[in-house]
């Protein structure tokens, strides 16, 4: 794969909206050469509209950047590529690879929730135009729909974080307060998909403890670090001893905030004490949500001929969808009676034994 090709990420970025010409010529078409399946004529051309948070966030958008690179690595396809700045954006992004004719894209994959509006009447407009989405549902016999239980993920961490901080416990950067039982929660855009993070985090820490407070702050944006680190600032500072983030970008803002009070947090989406490794002596675990797998089944399925229309697929942790990765460098500090209570509910969870919720009680 030549370097030129990696580096290739991004045509469309800002509030400028491009022409067709321009979307064509700089989204791999002919003469971009997109993988090991051939020129631009005959490969597969698949088109990526990221969530608002953009890349290089180590969470959301790169995770799903990671199942695209592996079909472009894999199934030698080309991607093209658009980080929209606003919600508004979205309904441009999408119609411009829908409306391209060179290269043509088989597939149109919408990277997160806040898409769903703009892509029912994208997909209603272009019915011969497949599209998946990620984090949502849009019923339409051209939309591939891919969600998560990201309540069953969020409650093994809650769970872990409800036993930490009722222990008296140092590892890393970080230590718990032995005069508090409490931690905290921080989301971005509040809507029934982050909720169902929050629902299942606060499920978690109850199973370990009723008793523990859980702070909780929506910031109102994936790509807001400095709200991130406010809203955990305030937490650690009411005696917070474990900050879980559901946030994107934000959640960077969250690990700052940990580091400075000496505190521990939680990453979301991909295991973030890799992907954010300058804070992975405070990073416990990560919710990882395999969004990268479900770009990448849906590009195969293209690629396949097997596209299902108007289907959704849901990932959980029997599918290995969702899991609690520990971090890097602190997990193997963790006390086994911990990772043992995690493992039990982990196991009970798949086997039908725990309901989580999906809304915060």
Same mark, same amino acid.
């Given at each position: 794969?030549?370097?030129e090709?990696?580096?290739?990420?991004?045509?469309?970025?800002g509030t400028?909206?491009?022409? &067709?010409?321009?979307?064509?010529?700089?989204? =791999?078409?002919?003469? =971009?050469g997109?993988?090991d399946g051939?020129s631009g004529?005959?490969?597969?051309n698949? =088109?990526?509209?990221?969530a608002?948070g953009?890349?290089?966030?180590?969470?959301?958008?790169d995770?799903?950047?990671?199942g695209?690179?592996?079909a472009?690595?894999? &199934?030698?396809?080309?991607?093209?590529?658009?980080?929209p700045d606003?919600v508004?954006q979205?309904?441009?992004?999408?119609?411009?690879?829908?409306?391209s004719?060179?290269?043509?894209y088989? &597939?149109?994959?919408?990277?997160?929730?806040l898409?769903?509006? %703009?892509?029912?009447?994208?997909?209603?407009e272009?019915?011969?135009?497949?599209?998946?989405?990620?984090?949502s549902?849009v019923?339409?016999?051209?939309?591939?729909?891919?969600?998560?239980?990201?309540h069953e993920?969020?409650?093994?961490?809650?769970q872990?974080a409800?036993? &930490?901080?009722t222990?008296?416990?140092?590892?890393g950067?970080?230590?718990?307060?032995?005069?508090s039982?409490t931690?905290?929660? /921080?989301?971005g855009?509040?809507s029934?998909?982050?909720r169902?993070?929050?629902a299942g985090?606060?499920?978690g820490v109850? %199973?370990?403890?009723?008793?523990?407070?859980?702070?909780?702050?929506?910031?109102?944006?994936?790509?807001?670090?400095?709200a991130?680190k406010?809203a955990a600032?305030?937490m650690?500072?009411?005696?917070?001893?474990?900050?879980?983030h559901?946030s994107?970008?934000?959640?960077?803002g969250?690990?700052?905030a940990?580091?400075?009070?000496?505190?521990?947090?939680?990453g979301?989406d991909?295991?973030?004490s890799?992907t954010?490794?300058?804070?992975?002596?405070?990073i416990?675990a990560?919710?990882?949500k395999?969004?990268?797998?479900? /770009?990448?089944?849906a590009?195969e399925?293209i690629?396949n001929?097997?596209?299902?229309?108007?289907?959704?697929?849901?990932l959980?942790?029997?599918?290995e969808? /969702?899991?609690?990765?520990?971090?890097?460098?602190?997990?193997?500090?963790?006390p086994?009676?911990?990772?043992?209570?995690?493992?039990a509910?982990?196991?009970s969870?798949?086997a039908g034994d725990?309901?989580?919720?999906t809304s915060?009680q």
């Amino acid at each position: 794969m030549p370097l030129e090709n990696v580096d290739r990420r991004t045509f469309v970025k800002g509030t400028g909206v491009v022409g &067709l010409a321009g979307l064509a010529g700089c989204a =791999g078409g002919a003469s =971009g050469g997109g993988g090991d399946g051939g020129s631009g004529e005959d490969a597969t051309n698949v =088109g990526m509209v990221y969530a608002t948070g953009g890349l290089g966030d180590g969470s959301f958008n790169d995770q799903a950047q990671q199942g695209a690179f592996r079909a472009r690595d894999e &199934l030698g396809v080309q991607i093209g590529e658009t980080q929209p700045d606003e919600v508004a954006q979205f309904s441009t992004f999408q119609q411009q690879f829908a409306q391209s004719s060179d290269p043509t894209y088989e &597939l149109i994959c919408c990277i997160g929730f806040l898409q769903t509006d %703009a892509l029912s009447a994208t997909a209603e407009e272009y019915p011969d135009q497949n599209f998946m989405l990620v984090d949502s549902v849009v019923d339409a016999s051209n939309v591939a729909n891919y969600v998560f239980a990201e309540h069953e993920g969020s409650y093994l961490v809650g769970q872990m974080a409800g036993l &930490l901080t009722t222990m008296d416990f140092s590892a890393g950067a970080g230590s718990t307060a032995p005069d508090s039982s409490t931690v905290g929660f /921080v989301g971005g855009v509040e809507s029934d998909l982050i909720r169902k993070f929050q629902a299942g985090y606060e499920a978690g820490v109850a %199973a370990a403890n009723e008793d523990i407070e859980v702070l909780t702050n929506y910031t109102g944006s994936f790509n807001d670090p400095a709200a991130g680190k406010e809203a955990a600032l305030a937490m650690y500072n009411n005696g917070a001893d474990v900050v879980y983030h559901a946030s994107g970008n934000t959640g960077t803002g969250v690990f700052q905030a940990a580091q400075e009070q000496s505190r521990f947090a939680i990453g979301v989406d991909r295991d973030q004490s890799v992907t954010k490794d300058s804070f992975a002596d405070v990073i416990l675990a990560s919710m990882v949500k395999r969004v990268d797998t479900a /770009v990448y089944d849906a590009i195969e399925s293209i690629v396949n001929d097997e596209f299902q229309g108007g289907s959704t697929v849901t990932l959980g942790l029997d599918a290995e969808g /969702v899991a609690a990765v520990y971090g890097s460098e602190l997990g193997s500090e963790l006390p086994q009676e911990v990772t043992d209570a995690v493992t039990a509910s982990r196991e009970s969870i798949i086997a039908g034994d725990v309901s989580v919720p999906t809304s915060p009680q």
